[in-house]
C-alpha cells in the first residue's frame, strides 16, 4: 500500500470524525503510543538556557491538512483565488502536487499526518520530515538576513530569531506552486510565513502559523497546531516507489 494513498484516506476519515485532532496524532502510521504519552514536565532547555526543541514531533493537525477553512473561518480569498479553489474542489484535488510525490511546501509541510524531527544547534535548526519526499528546512539562527532575490523554491528561504522563550521563523523565497491544504488553498510567489514555535512542556510543542501572501489573500491569517511528541522515530518514506495516486487523479 502506498503511504499517500493511505495518508488521503486517513485524511478524509479525520475530516468526518468528531472527536479532538489529538486522538489522530500518531496512529495514521499505524503507531500507538504506550499509556500515559505524551510525557508531563517541565520545558527541557540547553546550555544557554534556550528551550530545547529537539525531538521527534507528532503534527497532530489532520483537519487543518485536509481542510483548513472547516478550521479557521473566513479565510480571506482574493476572488480569483476563490475560483482556483472551486475548481481545484470540484475536480477531487486531482492536480495535487503530492499526489505526483511533489513536496508540500509550507506551510503544509507541518501539518501533514508524517511526523517530522527538528535538530538544533548553534546557528542553525533542522527539521527532517518523514513525509513529503523525504524533504528538510534550514532554519538560520545565526543572524543572518533573507538573500536580496532569493531562488524560488517548494520550502523557500528561513530565518530564525528568539523572541523569549518562542523561536520566530521568518520564511520567504517560495515558488507559488504549493498547496496549503489538500482542499487547493492556493499560494504564489510573494508568500510570507511566520511560524511562532514554542515548547509548551515536555510533550508537546505550540506552532502558530501567519500566511501572508498578498496576491492570494486580501489579508494576512493565521492557524495554530499542536504537535505532541512522537514516541518512537522516523521511518523511511519513498513516495516515488510504488505510488498509487496517480491512476486515482482523474478529478470528474
Known sequence: MNGTWLACVLLLFAATATAQDDVFAQPVLGFN??????????????ADGKPDLSGPWAPNALRINNNTDSQIKDIPLQPWAVDVLKQRRANIGKDDPEGYCLPPGLPRMNTTPFPFRIVQSPGLIVI???GGAHLWRQIFTDGRGHPKDPNPTWLGDSIGTWDGDTLVVDSIGFNGKAWIDAAGLPTTESLHIIERIRR???GHLEIEHTIDDPQAYTKPWKFTIRPMLLDGELMEYICQENNADVKHLVGK
Open 33 to 46: 503510543p504506550k499509556p500515559g504519552w505524551p510525557p508531563s514536565g517541565p520545558v527541557p532547555r540547553l
Open 128 to 130: 527532517i520530515y518523514e
Open 200 to 202: 509548551t512542556d515536555l
